[in-house]
């Protein structure tokens, strides 16, 4: 079945505790995003990246990082969370950029105290 | 950057009825267009895209849209409101090289029995 993977789907941590959440496609997609979304700002994008080692920021990409070492795998690292960082979190991807549309994983929601 | 509004973050309407959700974009070149649903716990799933093929877009679910590029607008339209549509509605838009995608602050739909 083609789907994106997220892991986990609830994480609880505190503040300043390095933490990964992983994305997986098994689709062969060359474009992968990362979303956050807050109630009544929608979904912003923190960072993508258009194919292996190609990353570039989004609208909100402070205090994320992310890599893109394999095609299929594209985490997001938050090296020192912080509470504002406490979110809904998507992973997507698509084949190609531009009017290919996004595949969504079914979401992480971080709560950092 | 695009930008994109959803007017209404709330929308109620009966079983039945129709459904009109409104998005409008801020481009002069007509970018790709998106309606994404969430469901609760749910990733977003896409409804419908505009290609440019046609106007009038049909998606999943008997929902359509219409483009209408002197009003900047991407309308999306359901005759019959039926209790499985209550769920976030997202319109999004990607930039003219497909490198970010940027969201509305999405719709809720109530449908009242």
């Known amino acids: 079945e083609a789907q994106v993977t997220q892991n986990p789907r609830y994480l609880i941590t505190v503040t300043g505790k390095k933490l990964t959440v992983t994305c997986s496609q098994n689709m062969n997609h060359e ?24 990353t570039d920021k989004g609208d909100v990409p402070e205090g994320y990082k992310v890599s893109r070492k394999e095609k299929r795998n594209f985490p997001l690292i938050l090296e ?15 084949f190609r950029s531009g009017n290919s549309p996004l595949h969504f994983g079914n979401g992480t929601r971080l709560t950092v105290t | 950057a695009q930008s994109v509004t959803q007017l209404g973050s709330h ?13 409008n974009y801020s481009s002069s070149v007509p970018p790709y267009l998106f309606w994404y649903v969430q469901y609760p716990n749910q990733g ?16 999943i679910n008997g929902f359509e849209a219409e483009f209408k590029k002197s009003e900047t607008s991407f309308h999306l339209t359901k005759p019959s409101a039926h209790m499985s549509d209550a769920a976030e509605y997202f319109c999004a838009v990607s930039d003219s090289g497909g490198n970010q995608f940027y969201f509305g602050t999405g ?6 029995p």
Do not use: H
């Open chain 2, 11 to 23: 929308v109620s309407v009966s079983e039945g009825a129709l459904v009109l959700l409104r998005c």
């Open chain 2, 107 to 112: 719709t809720s739909l109530t449908v009242i």
């Open chain 1, 80 to 94: 020192s969370p912080s509470p504002n960082q406490t979110s809904l979190y998507f992973c997507a991807s698509s």
């Open chain 1, 31 to 54: 474009y992968m995003s990362w979303y956050r979304q807050d109630p009544g700002l929608g979904l912003r994008q923190i960072y993508y990246s258009m194919n292996v080692e190609v």
């Open chain 2, 44 to 59: 977003l799933q896409l409804l419908l895209k505009y290609t440019s093929a046609a106007t009038l877009v049909k998606g």
